[in-house]
């Protein structure tokens, strides 16, 4: 049976360096994928999954068992892509992989696709991308923590460090904001 992550955490916290291994491994893509998704910029999110991990190393006991390690994981996560954009003054922007069917919306290919279908799909993988850009800040976090991580919207209040009913409110109306800027697109595209 796999041991929970705040096994793990503790584990690692009374001098098991296994159990940090196991944690990185766990972890290591969604966090890129997160930070990722956040900065837009693959070499500046494998800096932050570095740092994030690098804090585990350095400072073994910055966990405590108060939230779940995951939650608290991506809390850092998050506030390391906030520090690297003030640091750079970047504005926000995400990648996106249309292909992966994550949106409903998104139409999966077959396994050998035409160059038209793969057009199609980028032009829409595209378009999503823009959309999901267009968002505020708060709306895209708490969008990509529950579509793309699957977090629970307690989890993303902690991460976020504001109240489930916000978080609620920030998923619904990024949702329709999303529905309203992609309605045209996917009309136009189904015609």
Known sequence: MEQRDEELIADYQQGNPKALEMLYERYKEPIL???LRILGNRADAEDVTADVFGVLIVRRDAYQPKAKFSTWLYTVTRNACISK????????????QGQNGEYDEIPVPDKQPSV????????TGEQIRKAIEKLPDSQKEALILREYHGMSYDEISQ????SLENVKI???RGRERLRRELT???TEENA
Do not use: Y
């Open 170 to 172: 920030l998923i619904f």
């Open 159 to 162: 991460v976020l460090g504001c």
């Open 116 to 123: 038209s279908m793969r057009l199609a799909d980028q032009e």
């Open 85 to 96: 954009i003030r640091k750079h003054k970047n504005v926000f922007s995400l990648w996106f």
């Open 184 to 186: 045209s697109f996917l």
């Open 33 to 35: 994928n997160f930070a």
